[in-house]
């Protein structure tokens, strides 16, 4: 399963500047201007995982394959979005196709780039967008209820659903977002939910773009951004786009070297990743052999066989058992022979609920 991340943010706020750092591209064109970005940018990247670089070097396969992370950089959006105004509806729509949300908010000044508010204030930037995708909520939200209610009139099962959205619709009104709402354990108002994809039911990253003299430690922008994101009870990381360009090309080494010349210690795409498999709730288990040695993510709480299907449908549907030992366990011994021997290595079967690291070998039988 490949993770979708919508980077988005106000115009000039330094999406596709760090869209092209993050990923290693140049695709996405970065100017001084409002909606420079038309169309989403899209790139996939390897997510960097070191046990994936230890089990291959332990392994020797023929070939390595890192999970993968989809970054979207999404046009800028400016106040009155959710009634079209800028590209608000093409923008809104590019969300709904993402996992999760980074809102990237500029956190640095500097007379030569222009705001499209005329001046730099992150908080106000992100009620901003916040206040957008939650109107854009209410609209979907409100459509689905009267869709609802019309059904209600011939079905006690809709009826009840339609209760559900009416208070849903009164929570989106009081300026709460949709993650925050109790969902009952209602069948109809349920498929309801999933099929609104509501924008403010996304998990969402702060990013501070800050300037490279506040990569290490921040600045008095970057601290409110990063009690806003508090009192949202969302991760803040920060970030400086520039930096990251400068990072681009650079050898692993050279890497860590400019890092540390400012400070910093991982780079923004470490940092943005872990975040999302956090907040996602995501883990990544491996398979190592002498064709390929592999990272797959999947969902915490994933039963094996469920896992397995990430592979192959057939894995799942003639799931027999798992062959499993920890990562840990398995770079310290020799290899499998070894870890069967010392009883490192279980077979586990359907119940087995899958961890992180967790070197595995599905048997099958279709």
């Known amino acids: 399963m490949a993770l979708s991340m919508g980077i988005v943010?106000?115009?000039n706020v330094g999406k596709s500047t760090l869209f092209n750092a993050l990923t290693r591209a140049g695709n996405a064109q970065?100017?001084?201007?409002?909606?420079?970005?038309?169309?989403p940018n899209k790139a996939t990247v390897p997510v960097p995982d070191e046990r994936v670089d230890q089990l291959s070097a332990k392994v020797s396969p023929k070939k390595t394959i890192y999970a993968a992370v989809d970054f979207i950089d999404?046009?800028?959006?400016?106040?009155?979005?959710?009634?079209?105004?800028?590209?608000?509806?093409q923008f809104l729509g590019n969300i709904r196709e993402c996992a999760a949300i980074i809102q990237v908010v500029r956190c640095f000044e500097d007379d030569n780039i222009a705001h499209v508010a005329g001046s730099v204030d992150p908080v106000?930037?992100?009620?901003?967008?916040?206040?957008?995708l939650l109107l854009a909520?209410?609209?979907?939200?409100?459509?689905?209820?009267?869709?609802?209610?019309?059904?209600?009139?011939?079905?006690?099962?809709?009826k009840v659903a339609c209760e559900i959205l009416e208070n849903l619709v009164a929570w989106l009104n009081e300026g709460r977002e949709a993650r925050d709402f109790k969902k009952p354990d209602n069948e109809i108002f349920l498929d309801a939910w999933r099929e609104m994809e509501l924008l403010t039911a996304k998990p969402v990253i702060y990013l501070a773009n800050v300037d490279e003299d506040s990569a290490?430690?921040?600045?008095?922008?970057?601290?409110?951004?990063?009690?806003y994101a508090k009192e949202k009870n969302a991760p803040c990381v920060r970030v400086c786009a520039r930096l990251e360009e400068e990072l681009r090309g650079l050898e692993k080494e050279e890497r860590a070297e400019l890092l540390a010349s400012y400070g910093a210690g991982n780079g923004g795409l470490e940092t943005v990743i872990r975040e999302s498999y956090r907040i996602l709730g995501l883990r990544s288990y491996f398979t190592a052999g002498p064709d390929e040695v592999r990272a797959w993510t999947i969902r915490g709480g994933w039963k094996a066989p469920r896992a397995a299907g990430v592979i192959h449908t057939d894995f799942e549907r003639g799931f027999i058992r798992a062959e499993v030992v920890s990562f840990?366990?398995?770079?310290?011994?020799?290899?499998?022979?070894?870890?069967?021997?010392?009883?490192?290595?279980?077979?586990?079967?359907?119940?087995?609920?899958?961890?992180?690291?967790?070197?595995?070998?599905?048997?099958f039988n279709v």
């Open 9 to 11: 943010g106000l115009p």
């Open 30 to 39: 970065a100017a001084n201007y409002p909606f420079c970005t038309i169309e």
């Open 74 to 89: 999404i046009a800028g959006l400016v106040e009155g979005a959710s009634k079209g105004e800028g590209l608000g509806n």
């Open 124 to 132: 106000r930037d992100a009620e901003i967008i916040s206040a957008e």
């Open 137 to 158: 909520d209410i609209q979907t939200a409100e459509k689905r209820l009267e869709k609802t209610r019309k059904l209600a009139k011939a079905s006690k099962d809709h």
């Open 216 to 227: 290490a430690s921040g600045n008095p922008l970057s601290e409110r951004l990063e009690v």
């Open 328 to 363: 840990d366990d398995f770079m310290s011994r020799s290899g499998e022979a070894e870890c069967r021997a010392d009883g490192v290595l279980r077979s586990e079967g359907k119940d087995y609920e899958m961890q992180d690291g967790d070197v595995v070998h599905f048997l």
